[in-house]
């Protein structure tokens, strides 16, 4: 069994029958969406052409929300369908993130992920999913692929046929026929025009539970356009889901393990002295951020009374899951490194160094693979995002030990040694940044436009705030003064220009559309 569906667009008339007989079906909530009608148009009034595209979830064959799930709440059955179990469902998002074609949302009442389940529960029991039997058209087909003798199956082979973003390698298997280009491909509608009879809330921000908004004008004003290209008439809105916990988590956790790395790295090579402040202080701020670290992770779950069960029935593929494990593992070493010097047992605690090291790095750089699984956001797919984060988190690291250096007696070699880890690490965050990840052609579109976003568009300010601010100010007063406070002050600079980056790096490709 292979289970897909089939949209024909030839019959398509718009009629919302398949959404409405699913959120009847499924129970599905007032502001979230299994199935959904998109309407595009094009052409200059009175010479328009509306196209409907039914949207909903590929199910697909390489489903990259189940290898992202760290708890196996979303799941793929041996029938092809894509699955999920809410009873295990901790809220974290990361599916939401992982799908190409925003098909996923949270349940406003249980706070967990929800989908079109291929109406599971009748198909089980020999129906047609809900959508399927509503359709007046029959232009809705669902059935096994792999079945020759099947309608779908028949259809599939003798039509052409198209599915959304088969360049993500999702293999889906939601197919149509006679599909419109400005429809099936997100980025080609102008969706800045308003809806037919709707306003999305704040562009698709906020904490939106109600039903549709009623915009200013009406449905004939709406069509009356000045430009003949594409446009996109009505949709849904589909929230953002990640906020600023992300972007401080990634802060704090750059702090946390890069105090550790530059203190640990400078006692394995004698560059520091082994005392009280690159032994007892440093490892304290690495065990405060990452315990921030983890606070705000928690924190940003929907279902936060369910973090424990990460720990008990882990999805291993997930980086999520993986990375919850290594900050534990970096926590209990850091921990241990720090009561052993704390007590005077220094000598067992430098033990300690290497694995702490091993642990602390890969604190820093795991979430670039975890973005990486998120294959919903183009732009975080990129391939000098573990250096770009190691560098951060040294960056950050020497910062924050630079930062309480003034209420301690350094040395001013081991000063010296934290100011030109503090300068390189700030110069070569600025070149992977700027000629990097902003100064080279992107792998798609998606990633393009985010990247636009960021350095022209909504983000710009932040953009330019983190390079100047946080970069170029502190990498000249590194440069020019060795007076504790004045580091001090570039430290902190440094922090502030990192979250702003941070910021436009999570929020911006959240922005671009994925249906």
């Known amino acids: 069994m292979n289970y897909g569906f089939l949209i024909d667009n030839r019959k398509c008339i718009g009629c919302h029958a398949c959404s409405t007989a699913c959120k009847s079906e499924n129970e599905v909530p007032i502001g979230v969406n299994r199935t959904w009608v998109k309407y595009t148009e094009k052409g200059i009034f009175p010479d328009t052409r509306r196209y409907f595209q039914v949207t909903r979830c590929n199910h697909c064959a390489n489903p990259p929300c189940v290898r992202i799930c760290p708890v196996t709440a979303m799941y793929q059955r041996k029938d092809g369908i894509v699955e999920f179990d809410p009873t295990r469902c901790i809220g974290c998002k990361a599916c939401m993130q992982a799908c190409p074609y925003d098909a996923i949302y949270i349940d406003p009442n249980s706070g967990t992920a929800a989908k079109c389940h291929f109406c599971a529960h009748r ?22 692929l792999d079945d020759a003798r099947s309608e779908i199956a028949r259809a599939v082979a003798t039509q052409q046929v198209r599915t959304r973003k088969p360049e993500q390698g999702t293999k889906p298997k939601l197919f149509y026929i006679n599909a419109e280009e400005s429809s099936i491909v997100p980025t080609l509608a102008a969706q800045d025009q308003g809806m037919l009879w709707a306003s999305w809330p704040d562009h698709g921000h906020g904490d ?33 889901p ?11 956790k750059s702090i946390g393990a890069g105090a550790f790395i530059v203190a640990a790295l400078g006692l394995t090579f004698n560059i520091f002295p082994p005392n009280f402040f690159f032994t007892v202080v440093a490892s304290f701020i690495s065990l405060l951020f990452i315990g921030i670290n983890t606070a705000l992770l928690v924190w940003d779950l929907d279902r936060p009374d369910r973090f424990w069960t990460i720990l008990i029935r882990p999805q291993w593929r997930s980086w999520l899951a993986r990375g919850a494990f290594i900050l534990i593992g970096f926590t209990i070493v850091g921990g241990f490194f720090f009561l052993g010097h704390l007590f005077n047992y220094g000598d067992a605690a430098n033990l300690l160094l290497l694995p702490g090291i091993i642990l602390a790095t890969l604190s820093a750089v795991y979430t670039a ?48 040694v934290l100011v030109w880890t503090f300068g390189a690490s700030l110069l070569i ?19 393009a436009v985010a990247a636009h976003i960021i350095t022209h568009g909504r983000y710009k300010n ?54």
Request: proline share 7%; aromatic share 10%; glycine share 8%.
């Open 123 to 144: 198909t089980d029991v020999g129906l047609e999913p809900a959508c399927v039997i509503v359709c007046p058209e029959h232009a809705i087909l669902a059935g096994d």
């Open 208 to 240: 939106w539970r109600g039903p549709i908004h009623i915009g200013e004008g009406n449905m004939a004003s709406s069509l009356v356009q000045s430009a003949a290209a594409p446009r996109e008439t009505y949709n849904v809105p589909h929230k953002i």
């Open 242 to 252: 990640w906020h600023w916990q992300v972007p401080s988590y990634l802060v704090a």
């Open 369 to 416: 693979f975890l973005f990486a699984q998120a294959e919903g956001r183009d732009l975080w797919q990129s391939t000098l995002l573990p250096a770009h984060l190691f560098v951060q988190a040294i960056m950050a690291g020497a910062a924050g030990l630079l930062i309480v250096a003034p209420f301690f007696n350094l040395t001013p070699d081991s000063t010296r």
């Open 429 to 447: 965050n600025l070149l992977i940044t700027i000629g990097g990840e902003f100064g080279t052609p992107h792998a798609s579109q998606v990633a």
């Open 462 to 515: 932040h953009y330019r705030f983190s390079l100047i601010v946080g970069g170029l100010m502190p990498l000249a007063i590194a440069a020019v003064t060795a007076s504790p406070l004045a580091l001090a002050i570039a430290g902190i600079l440094s922090l502030v220009g990192l979250f702003f980056y941070e910021w436009a790096f999570v929020m911006a490709p959240q922005e671009v559309p994925n249906n």
